[in-house]
C-alpha cells in the first residue's frame, strides 16, 4: 500500500514557475514507476510526466516537453515536478500517481495508487 500526498500547487502568473511535490509513505517506495497527470476543467486526465523506478529514465507528455522536468529522490520517498515557463493551459488538478510495474507509463490504467491532486491555476 502506498498513499501520495501532492504538494506545492497555488496561483502564478503566465511564465512563471511552480515546484510540485509528492510525498509517498511505504518502504517499498523504491521499486515504483511515478507519474503525474492532470484533469483540467471539461477535459479528459492528461499525462505530464513519469519517472522509472531507479529515476534513469523519464517521460513527458508532448505539450510539457521541454518546459516541465520530473525527479525523484528514494532516499526522502518523494517525486517532484519543476514546472517552468507556465502557460494559462497548464491550469489543472495535477496528480501524483505510482506504477508497480516501475516504468514511465504514460498509460493512467497502469498506475494503482494516487493521491489526492494539487491545484494550479496560471494567470494570463
Known amino acids: 500500500q502506498v498513499q501520495l500526498v501532492e504538494s506545492g500547487g497555488g496561483l502564478v502568473q503566465a511564465g512563471g514557475s511552480l515546484r510540485l511535490s509528492c510525498a509517498a509513505s511505504?518502504?517499498?517506495?523504491?521499486?515504483?514507476?511515478m507519474g503525474w497527470f492532470r484533469r483540467a476543467p471539461g477535459k479528459e486526465r492528461e499525462f505530464v510526466a513519469g519517472?522509472?523506478?531507479?529515476?534513469?529514465?523519464?517521460n513527458y507528455g508532448d505539450s510539457v516537453r521541454g518546459r516541465f522536468t520530473i525527479s525523484r529522490d528514494n532516499a526522502k520517498n518523494t517525486v517532484a515536478l519543476q514546472m517552468n515557463s507556465l502557460k494559462p493551459e497548464d491550469t489543472a488538478v495535477y496528480y501524483c500517481a505510482a506504477s508497480n510495474g516501475g516504468g514511465s507509463y504514460s498509460h493512467p490504467n497502469n498506475y494503482v495508487y494516487w493521491g489526492q491532486g494539487t491545484q494550479v491555476t496560471v494567470s494570463s
Open positions: 511505504g518502504r517499498t517506495f523504491s521499486t515504483y514507476g
Open positions: 519517472i522509472t523506478w531507479s529515476g534513469r529514465s523519464t
